[in-house]
Every structure is written in C-alpha cells, then in structure tokens.
C-alpha cells in the first residue's frame, strides 16, 4: 500500500509570485485535502476534493486553489504569495464512503517566501 | 475552535505506559474521537479513533468514557521514538476538514 506522497519537499518563492504543490494520495482513496501549518501551530484545513470538485473549504482567501485528477492526485496553487504564506503544507487523503475513514497525511511541503 | 482541551506537555519515563488525557465535553453524539501524532519535520501520523467504546490497534489503546465528556490514549509501552506531539480531535461529519488544537507535546525519557 503506498503513502500519500507530496512533491516537492522544500521550496523558496518570492513575494508576489505563484506556487503549485502537488500531491498522490494512497492507493484506494478518494478524497484529498490540503491543510497549512505555520511554525509551532497545529494545521489549519484550507479545502478538500471530491469527484474532483471542492467540496469544502476553510478561511482562506481565494489565491489558495487546487485540482483533484482522475487518478485522485492532487495540486495545491497559490498566487500572490505574501511573506505570511510560509508554512508547511500538508496533504491528506481518505476514502469517502466508508463512515470515518481515517484521513493519511502527507509529509509536507515546506514552502519559504521571502 | 477545536472542541478539545488537551494539557500543554507531559514526560514519561521510556518503557512506562503514557496516559495522555483529553477533554471534548461539547463533543455530540454522532462524532468520532481522533488522536494523530507528529514528529519534529513529518506529518501527522493516524493513531486510533473510536466513538463510545474503548479500542485498541497495534499502536494504542483509546478509553473513552461513558459521557463522552472526555477520554485518554494510552501508550502502553512508551519508547524514545515516541516522543512527538500528540492531537486529541473530534471529527465533525464525514468530511476531511480536522481541527487541531495546540496538542500535548510528550517527551518519553531514558
């Protein structure tokens, strides 16, 4: 059974430009979701995909956007980057439709904006 | 806001059992206690999760009590490599969206 996997594990962007973090979730599930976690914070849950659709979203502004594919893999856009958007970004798969699947996370990408 | 309470840290002496408590007293009756853990750099790794009855895997046991007000994840063999920290949640619906707390950061010591 493979893990979910994220790519890529670290990155330095500038201010003002566009980010896109990508993500395979484990083998059988359906269901994707992105999550930020700011240094010595818990995450925070920023959206997640279903049938490649958002189905749910938490307060983040719009210039956070995502895909979900066919294959259920998963990207993470952010445009705009501010100095703020530094974090860890984690993703999370699980199967819908089984009552409290478990999500899997990821172990992250850890993004710098400088 | 996360419906958890969860004490900041703990110790625990390597090789004795880590009790960690949680308080969820708003928790209702349809939803799930979850318990992940995070180690320095890694993501958040599945534990256990259980609704009213107490469970057990290969990696802890979940007492919960009869209430629901509150329940503790019992490591029942506390090693080094334990150390991490450790979110109690309540899973609202079926979806994806977890809220975390703060957690309670465990040092297992030699």
């Known amino acids: 059974e493979t893990g979910v996997t994220q790519s890529p594990t670290h990155l330095i962007k500038t201010r003002g430009q566009q980010v896109t973090l990508r993500c395979s979730s484990q083998s059988g599930h359906n269901t994707v979701s992105w999550y930020q976690q700011a240094l010595g914070q818990g995450p925070q849950f920023i959206f997640q995909?279903?049938?490649?659709?958002?189905?749910g979203r938490g307060n983040f502004p719009p210039r956070f956007s995502g895909l979900q594919f066919p294959n259920y893999s998963s990207e993470l856009n952010v445009n705009a980057l501010e100095l703020d958007d530094s974090a860890l970004y984690l993703c999370?798969?699980?199967?819908?439709?089984?009552?409290?699947?478990?999500?899997?996370f990821g172990n992250g990408t850890r993004l710098t904006v400088t | 806001d996360a419906k958890t309470t969860q004490p900041p840290s703990m110790d625990c002496a390597e090789g004795r059992a880590a009790n960690l408590p949680c308080n969820h007293s708003?928790?209702?009756?349809?939803?799930?206690v979850y318990w992940y853990r995070q180690i320095h750099s890694q993501g958040p790794q599945y534990i256990i999760h259980g609704l009213k009855n107490n469970e057990t895997n290969e990696m802890a046991s979940l007492i919960i009590t009869e209430d629901r007000k509150s329940s503790t994840l019992i490591l029942p063999h506390a090693t080094l490599r334990d150390t991490a920290v450790y979110y109690c949640?309540?899973?609202?619906?079926?979806?994806?969206?977890?809220?975390f707390g703060a957690g309670t950061i465990l040092r297992v010591k030699s």
């Open positions: 708003t928790i209702s009756g349809n939803e799930y």
């Open positions: 995909y279903y049938r490649e659709e958002e189905n």
């Open positions: 999370a798969s699980s199967f819908q439709g089984i009552n409290n699947s478990p999500l899997h």
């Open positions: 949640i309540v899973r609202v619906g079926y979806g994806n969206k977890l809220v």
